[in-house]
């Protein structure tokens, strides 16, 4: 752990500057997990987009259950500003668990599904969830190891649901249930 306290203290001491300390909060603010629930949701509404909203979704239904509800009970791991006390915060502290990072997840997984629709759009939103990922240490409220895996988390997560939703919804499998079902 000496070693993330050292790249944390590391960023707080050489990198903040007041752009940054008013641009951070708020690149977070976006990668909390709202917005790609409202993006899912007018995905869904929108006839062109469907497919897309439908597998983001099930995207975050499923990121929601394993990182916040099952990961961060089960390791509960402290965050790094509650072991050192002499950070003062530019966000408010969070209520719950360090490890791994929801937000960095949720960027992460929202960018690979984009990516994998999307090639072009999937790199910018790569782009903006790194963003979100070094916002969450320049913060403070987040160990490397909660990004890092928040981060290989959210696109193993994306991979699965993307196959998991090509596989259940396709042409073969749609037409395989009709069939036994008039049976």
């Not at 993330?4 to 909060?25: H, Q, V």
């Not at 937000?103 to 782009?127: D, E, M």
């Not at 959210?154 to 396709?170: E, Q, R």
Request: hydrophobic fraction near 50%; glycine fraction near 4%.
């Amino acid at each position: 752990m000496d070693w993330e306290f050292y790249i944390l203290n590391y960023i707080r001491e050489n990198m903040t500057s007041d752009i940054l300390n008013t641009l951070m909060p708020v690149v977070s603010m976006i990668g909390n997990g709202v917005l790609w629930a409202l993006t899912a949701v007018v995905c869904l509404i929108i006839p062109k987009t469907r497919l897309f909203g439908r597998t983001l979704t099930f995207d975050l239904i499923f990121g929601v259950i394993t990182c916040n509800l099952i990961l961060k009970t089960i390791v509960q791991r402290i965050r790094p500003y509650d072991l050192n006390s002499t950070v003062s915060l530019l966000v408010n502290a969070e209520p719950d668990f360090s490890f791994p990072s929801g937000h960095t997840f949720f960027s992460f997984t929202v960018a690979t599904i984009i990516f994998l629709y999307n090639k072009k759009w999937g790199v910018i939103a790569y782009l903006f969830a790194l963003t979100v990922a070094f916002s969450r240490l320049y913060l403070y409220v987040h160990f490397p190891t909660d990004v890092i895996c928040g981060a290989i988390f959210g696109v193993l997560t994306a991979i699965a649901v993307y196959h998991f939703d090509k596989m259940l919804f396709s042409d073969n499998n749609r037409h395989q249930l009709l069939s036994s079902s008039e049976k």
